[in-house]
């Protein structure tokens, strides 16, 4: 498994972006994986954001994101998407994703993408 995270950069407050995360390496199928973005502020331990199960099961774990965030996945893509809304400053810093193998471990993250940083202008 190799994660290629994207499309993180520079957006105004009360604007858009949409992360998406990659598995670039084919093999094992995408839907055996749990996913999860995480985020990682200066100094302070990584945070999950938001997982989605093989399945298609949806949790968020920050109240400030809920309604604003949304996590999704393509397995015939085989990416996990992050789409961010009505962004705030508090919200910029450097954003992962993880793969979880459903198979090996559930509940630990094996695999993790290089990060993607979020830049967000008052």
């Known amino acids: 498994v190799q994660l290629q995270a994207s499309g993180g950069g520079l957006v105004q407050a009360g604007g858009s972006l949409r992360l998406s995360c990659t598995n670039s390496?084919?093999?094992?199928?995408?839907?055996?994986?749990?996913m999860g973005w995480f985020r990682q502020a200066p100094g302070q331990e990584r945070v999950l954001v938001a997982d989605v199960t093989w399945g298609g099961r949806k949790r968020y774990f920050i109240d400030s994101m809920k309604g604003r965030f949304t996590v999704s996945r393509d397995n015939t893509k085989n990416t996990v998407y992050l789409q961010m809304n009505n962004l705030k400053p508090e919200d910029a810093t450097v954003y992962y994703c993880a793969a979880d193998d459903i198979v090996l471990s559930r509940g630990t993250y094996e695999y993790w993408g290089q990060g993607t940083l979020v830049t967000v202008s008052s």
């Open positions: 390496i084919s093999g094992a199928a995408f839907s055996r994986y749990d």
